[in-house]
């Protein structure tokens, strides 16, 4: 038994050996082996060519970024790329690792400023990496500031939505307020509280913001608001908010114990007390009116709620509510109430049989009358009859 598992043990070890061993040859092998490079230059420029510092990591990349051309070559192993016979085309091999990758001017051997260095990581032997080098933008700032004028001043408005073009008519992503080629940076820009909206990175040039969402009561102009964004500096816009003449109200359906009523059904009535449209409450009892002209206008209670087996009463009067150009903006929100229906309590069955010998008030009085005249009348006939008994 112990012969088996030693024999079982050893097999193991040798596996484990084998298997190490391979995987040891493979990786001196892979580190051997040297992929195809490309590095297209942008605008197909010719008189460049690259140079490709190995460094350990991503973090020594950041460390050299600020190094010349010379203490780069001096301290850095580097490979130079060659012409491949087209335009702005350049390969080189390379073996694994990562390598931080400068254009250089083939004429005066100084740096292209106009090519922005990158960071190059080959990882995979299996195939051949194809890079398109960026063109280096200086940036600058764009800030928008939306108002509106309020007793003299400008006060921010917040939510109202624009998109940024460039001056190719091209939409611009925003990512965490910085200009992006992600995927998952947004085309819809949102002013906020303050009524900005800020981007930084954004490539010298003409740009143009463009309002694609106003809020409700104001107007979406269709206009192009330009700007000219400059290296370091920081370019501001500011944009008027005109409102409509249309507004809104926000109403909110309650009971005596603010009790939220859904289910309320309401038609709107112009001030002349024609029917507009209707509206009912929701599951926290609100609804609300948009769009409307700005005057007077009534709401006429059709169905009142039901609400936990409580039936309500409906509104007899019409509520009166008047639309203008802040009646929707201020957030205010007009409580309607309803008080429950109130169960009359049951009458009592009465016994028809009962009925007809119980008599009502005034034929009680006459039934008494006419006993006291029958009773009358016996006495006096019981006195004659004894008045004639007497004589006899």
Known sequence: MKEMKIRKLLSLLVTSLALGLVSFVQQVHAGDQQVAVTIISPDSQQDVHYQLFKVEDKEQAETIKTLSKEALEKNYPFVETQASGESGRNVAKLGIGTYYVVAVSTSTKQLVTTI????LEVNDVRKDYVIYAKPY?????VQLFKYEWKDGTKSSLAGVSFTLYDEKHQPVRVKNGQATLDADGTYELETDRNGRIAISGLAEGKYYFKEVKAL????????EYAVTVKQGSIARIEVENRPTDKGGKRFRKVDERKKVLPGAVFTVLDSERNPLFQVMSDEQGYFEVTNLPYGDYFLK????????????ARLSQEIRFTITNTSYMDGTILEIVNRPIVPTPPVPHIPKIIQRILPHTGEA????????????????????????????
Do not use: C, R
Request: aromatic share 8%; net charge negative; glycine share 12%.
């Open 216 to 223: 409700p009561g104001y107007l979406l102009p269709n206009q």
């Open 301 to 312: 209670e059709e169905k009142a709620p039901v609400v936990d087996g409580v039936e309500y």
């Open 116 to 119: 922005a260095p990158f960071l």
């Open 365 to 392: 009085m006459s039934v008494l009358g006419v006993l006291g005249l029958l009773a009358i009348g016996l006495v006096w006939i019981l006195k004659k009859k004894s008045k004639a008994d007497g004589q006899n």
């Open 137 to 141: 933008h200086t940036t600058g700032d």
